[in-house]
């Protein structure tokens, strides 16, 4: 079982460049989500998919956008890197919308915008 | 705004200590409480917990919710190295639709041989 992959696992980028953070989960999970966690804020919600073309915004969505055309895969994009949007960028998934056991996390992708 | 803070921020013991981590929160829509552990890399899924008063247990892990007072506690006895980590806990909040998991800024505890 591969659980929740997330590539690459690092990635420096110059400001202004763009680029997409890859997620795939074989766990036919419903519901997919990204995460930033930055130093002192903990985890913080970008996007968010509950099926197959459905998103929504999370807290911190601005200059990331996604989307969900498959069940297995939610990509993260990013439209022109900023080097406020350093961080470790965590994908995550769940059976359902509704919690029962804690979300699966991918092994995240350490961002560096310089 | 809906908020969950963590404490201690961090904490330094010695091998076989028992430690308390503390997570208090104001949300609306609450549904249920979550502690993870965070090693190198991924979170990983520690204890969900939904009625007050009803403590769950993994080993020397265990935890407890109070949903009148808006609180849970981690409970960490004869502490090991490898419990080196950082802990956080989120809050699970749904209202029609509009589900969220919010988190903690996390504890960070580091166990000395």
């Known amino acids: 079982n591969a659980g929740v992959t997330q590539t690459p696992k690092f990635q420096v980028l110059k400001t202004g460049q763009s680029m997409t953070l890859q997620c795939a989960q074989d766990?036919?999970?419903?519901?997919m989500s990204w995460y930033r966690q930055d130093p002192g804020m903990g985890l913080r919600l970008i996007h968010y998919s509950v099926g197959a073309g459905i998103t929504d915004q999370g807290e911190v969505p601005n200059g990331y956008n996604v989307s969900r055309s498959t069940t297995e895969d939610f990509p993260l994009r990013l439209l022109s890197a900023a080097p406020s949007q350093t961080s470790v960028y965590f994908c995550?998934?769940?059976?359902?919308?509704?919690?029962?056991?804690?979300?699966?996390f991918g092994s995240g992708t350490r961002l560096t915008v310089v | 705004e809906d908020k969950v803070v963590q404490s201690p921020l961090s904490l330094v013991v010695h091998e076989g200590d028992t430690v308390t981590l503390n997570c208090s929160y104001e949300v609306t829509n609450f549904r249920s409480l979550l502690w993870y552990k965070q090693e190198k890399k991924a979170p990983t899924f520690l204890f969900m917990l939904t009625s007050s008063g009803i403590e769950k247990k993994s080993g020397r892990l265990s935890s407890i919710l109070d949903k009148k007072e808006l609180f849970s506690i981690l409970n960490i006895t004869a502490t090991q190295t490898g419990d080196s980590a950082i802990y956080l806990c989120a809050v699970f909040i749904s209202n029609f639709g509009n589900e969220k998991l919010t988190f903690g800024t996390g504890t960070r505890l580091t166990i000395i041989p």
């Open positions: 995550a998934s769940s059976y359902t919308r509704y919690i029962t056991g804690g979300y699966t």
């Open positions: 766990m036919n999970h419903e519901y």
